[in-house]
């Protein structure tokens, strides 16, 4: 995922039976048959989700997980896997993993691609063939990003398959804690939904970020479209930005406060000119208007008018406030 950075398994380091970490950790990529063509490195660091330790070690655990920062950035020379932000239940995604057999004494990377048959949100299931091995390898698709790190087998009734941890978001937020430093600042892509971070904290309702309002619901998650918000109704662009001013949404327009960014009702006064805006969904008026007993025209900007106006072939006059008289 970074030049120095390689995601396995946690039952890599630490091993329940002894009850410790290993001592030493080391990474050989893209190994062949006798030679490792980009030599050995070791491992500076590791990190694996804190609750693995006392998970059951007679099962699969949801946090078999980790990270190793190694010594030199290998990365650049056998290249790097993506992220995946996939928001949907991945059943029936195309999925390849790499890594080495257990059944053979060769050393010799062997690659599999088929579906994932279940996706639990923890775990991937898949009939994808590892040859008895690739236990930590990256489970990755198409466009070459992690969704998952293949932990093993599982039976189920007759049949056995194989299965990974998936990257859900409590995962990628432990993986970017890491991959940054282990502080998360700024704006995340997680499961589809943008995060924006604050000293490894997600962020919560108006956040003015780069002189821009956004507003983040109380998962964190960045909102979009219409949004009440303590009474009052805002809209937020595709990119999470507070529109102000004129807005034309789905064929109709709307005015959002200059500053505030709160949508207005009733009567507008924008300039010298006044706009008549619908007291329950706040749409912009136009044609004849009736409010507080007396009638109005709007011409189809929305602007209010006043004086000697034909409409429709006849001839009306109305008062400077816009009333007919």
Known sequence: ???NILITAAHNIYKHEFGKDAEELYVTPAATPNKAPFGTVKVKKYYYLKNYVSDNPGRH???????????????????????????????????????????SEAVQMYTDTRNVIRDTGDFLYYNVDTYGGASGAAVYDASHRVVGVHIGTESRGSDIVNLAVKLNEQNLSFIYSILEGHSIDGWKLISGTWYYYKNSTKQTGWQKINDTWYYLDASGKMLTDWQKVNGKWYYLESSGSMVTGWKY?????????NKNGDMKTGWYKDGSTWYYLDPTNGDMKTGWIKVGGNWYYLNSSGSMVTGSQTIDGKVYNFASSGELI
């Open 249 to 257: 949404v789905r064929g109709r327009w709307y005015y959002l406060d």
């Open 1 to 3: 995922m970074k030049d």
């Open 61 to 103: 655990s949801k946090n078999d997980l980790a990270l190793l920062v190694l010594e030199e950035p290998i990365g650049t020379k056998t290249g790097t896997l993506g992220l995946s932000s996939l928001s949907t239940n991945l059943s029936g995604l195309n999925v390849t993993v790499t890594g080495y057999s257990a059944l």
